[in-house]
Each structure stands twice: as structure tokens, then as C-alpha cells.
């Protein structure tokens, strides 16, 4: 054999990917690089808030905000729930404040309180928060309102469907999953609410910016706007009102929502205070353009009683405080947003009361290790 002629070359032979698999490689590096730029500090400028699918603009904001208050001061001692009346009524630092005073015991609150939400749909979004934040105190702003047979008939689609919500109570999805986990995907998602608006973005923006200065780093609302309390309320006003009232059956669907919610709560470790927020005595008058009362104004009365009494059994069967407001707590004519709502003015005066009489009623709150609420 000459071994001079003998010739011994090297090849490197790349594996040949089917098309399948380069177009899966391809798709992966798009959206590798879409979640790059998606996470630039010029496209997040861009966008008003972290979007979550839900297109409930108050609701969203207070999640973002939420987030920056827990990277900022650490998960919450308690949580403030319910809808506008609590969002509106309850100053988490006039509570902390009154709270402290009171017991001695120094908490940090936040107001999660969300407009138009419904007994039922707090308890969903409550249950997601007390999870990740392990509160160690669960005040539920609730009134008679809550149980109304309008709102046992109004059920919002946003939170039933929304596939973040259902992915956060453990029901996975691909979308849930993608809506917490990616920039690029939640930019993708406040992008499609500009769809009602003809995919006109700045809609969106000037729809988040109404809200700018509205709502505090601790969740509460911080209107100043007052309304004459003493003057007769607008026509459709009433209609709404005795729309929501209907025929004065209590909603079931909310109260069993409500036993829930207090449930979760204290096998979370939580203590628990239902507290009834305050509305102005002209609600029941609910005068005509004349001055004079209605006719139903006896009936709303026997609604709250009604109300009121299967509060009571709830806090009984559960062990735990319900709060009933007082008349004797004076909240200045300029403290009224409207005939159920405080402003911030009536807020403070209320919430005062509020937390002062939370200490009075609660025992000291249990602790929390390091590792819970993180």
C-alpha cells in the first residue's frame, strides 16, 4: 500500500433541520426578541398600564399599582375589599393611623376596593390577592346595597371569562399563562382594547390618564368632588336605584360569595371585619323633583333590615366582627361624592372611625413569617 497516496480529508456535515422545525426555530427567536423589545424602557413609556385581559381600566390600574406598592413597602398587613363605596370610603392611612392609636399595632393597608364590582366577583379577585399576599387582617366594605336583585341578575362577562383570572385561581391556560409571564403579550393585549375605538391607541391612553391623580399609591380613590346632599337627585338617578332594588329579594348568589370570601380568609390565616359602609340618609328619601319623599322609602328600610340581619348570622356563624355604621359618626355636607359614596373629605372622617373601631374589636392580628406575602 503507498501510504504517500493515500488522502484523508475532514467534513463537518450540518444537520439539516426540516422545515418544521426552522420555522418552529424562527418563531421561538421572534418571540424571544419581540419579549426584548417589548421589556425597552421606551416601549413600556408607551404604555399606560400592565394589561390583564380584564379591559376594566380601574380594576387593572389598581393591580399595577398594587405591585409597586408591595416591591416598594412589602405585601400588605390587610386589605381593604369591596367595590366603589370601599374604594371611596376608606382611606387606608386615616385607618392605619386610628388603628395604631387605638391597639398600638402598626399595619400597612391597601384599598382594593374596584367600581362595579360585585360581592362575587370580589371574592374571586380577593381570593387571588390574599394567596399571593398572605394579609394578615381582611376588612370587607360591604352595604345593602351588595344584595340587591339587580345585582344578582348582573353578571359581568370580563371576570367570568378572562383566562388571566382563571389561570390565577389554578384553572391553566395558554393565555393566562402568556398574560402573566409576558411583556410582549400584555402589550399585545392593551393594544386590542383600542379595537371599540377603531384601533386607535391614544383612545386607550387618554382613557387610563382620566384616572391619573384619582387613585392613591395605596389603591384609594381620591376624588374631591362633593355633591349638595340636601338637593332632590336626577330623575334616572332614582330609576337606576329602584331598578336595582327590583322587588326587594336579597341576592343569595352574593351572600353565599360573601361566606366564601370569609372562609378563604381565615383559612389563609387572616383575621376578618365586615364593616358596612356609610351612605347618606337622603338615599332613603330619594325625593321626587318636588321635595316630597317617595312612596317606597318603607320598603328600602325593611331591605336593610333584611340585609343587615343575614350579615349578622354570616359574622356570627364565622366569628367574626360585623361593623355596622353609625349615624353618630358626622361627616360634613362637603364629604359627599354622592348620596353612597364619600369623598376624600368624608373619607377621612369615616375611616378614622372605621379603624379606631376595628382595633377595638379585633384581637392582636397573627404574625407573619418572612417567607409569606413575597
Known amino acids: 500500500m503507498n501510504w504517500s497516496e493515500k488522502r484523508v480529508s475532514l467534513k463537518f456535515q450540518h444537520p439539516r433541520l426540516s422545515l418544521g422545525a426552522t420555522a418552529l426555530v424562527i418563531f421561538i427567536l421572534t418571540c424571544l426578541l419581540a419579549e426584548i423589545v417589548a421589556r425597552a424602557p421606551f416601549i413600556q413609556a408607551q404604555i399606560p398600564y400592565q394589561a390583564y385581559g380584564i379591559n376594566h381600566t380601574q380594576l387593572e390600574l389598581q393591580l399595577n399599582l398594587l405591585n409597586k406598592y408591595a ?7 390587610c386589605f381593604i375589599f369591596g367595590s366603589s363605596q370601599a374604594f371611596r370610603e376608606t382611606d387606608p392611612a386615616a385607618f392605619e393611623r386610628f388603628y395604631e392609636t387605638v391597639s398600638g399595632e402598626k399595619v400597612n393597608c391597601y384599598n382594593f376596593g374596584v367600581t362595579g ?23 370587607i366594605g360591604t352595604s345593602f346595597l351588595d344584595y340587591t336583585e339587580g345585582r344578582e341578575q348582573d353578571i359581568n362577562e370580563r371576570y367570568l ?23 410582549a403579550w400584555r402589550a399585545l393585549t392593551i393594544l386590542s382594547y383600542a379595537a371599540p375605538y377603531g384601533m386607535r391607541y391614544g383612545e386607550v391612553v387618554r382613557g387610563a390618564r382620566k384616572w391619573d391623580g384619582e387613585i392613591a399609591d395605596n389603591g384609594f380613590a381620591l376624588s374631591d368632588v362633593s355633591v349638595n346632599p340636601s338637593l332632590p337627585v336626577e330623575t334616572g338617578f332614582v330609576k ?15 351572600l ?16 376578618v371585619l365586615i364593616a358596612e359602609m356609610t351612605y347618606h340618609p337622603a338615599l332613603l ?13 318603607a320598603l328600602i328600610l325593611a331591605f336593610i333590615d333584611k340585609v343587615n340581619a343575614r350579615l349578622r348570622d354570616i359574622a356570627k356563624n364565622h ?10 359618626v358626622s361627616i360634613p355636607d362637603t364629604g359627599w361624592y354622592d ?10 372622617v369615616f375611616s378614622e372611625w372605621l379603624g379606631g373601631q376595628a382595633a377595638r374589636l379585633l384581637g392582636p392580628l397573627p404574625t407573619r413569617s418572612s417567607s409569606e406575602g413575597n
Open 256 to 271: 353565599d360569595a360573601l361566606e366564601h370570601l370569609i372562609s378563604f380568609s381565615q383559612q389563609a390565616g387572616a383575621q
Open 319 to 328: 366569628g367574626v366582627p360585623f361593623l355596622e355604621a353609625e349615624s353618630s
Open 285 to 297: 328619601e330619594l325625593k321626587d323633583r318636588h321635595g316630597q319623599p317617595r312612596a317606597d322609602k
Open 339 to 348: 348620596l353612597y359614596h364619600l369623598n376624600r373629605v368624608g373619607a377621612e
Open 71 to 77: 416591591r416598594e413597602k412589602g405585601a400588605p398587613d
Open 117 to 139: 364590582s360585585q360581592i362575587w366577583s370580589t371574592s374571586l379577585l380577593s381570593e387571588i390577592l390574599i394567596r399571593k399576599y398572605q394579609p394578615r387582617l381582611v376588612v
Open 161 to 183: 371569562k378572562n383566562d388571566w383570572l382563571r389561570y390565577q385561581t389554578g384553572a391553566f391556560n395558554l393565555n393566562g399563562w402568556l398574560t402573566e409571564h409576558s411583556y
Open 240 to 254: 337606576n336605584l329602584q331598578k336595582e332594588f327590583g322587588d326587594f329579594g336579597v341576592s343569595e348568589r352574593n
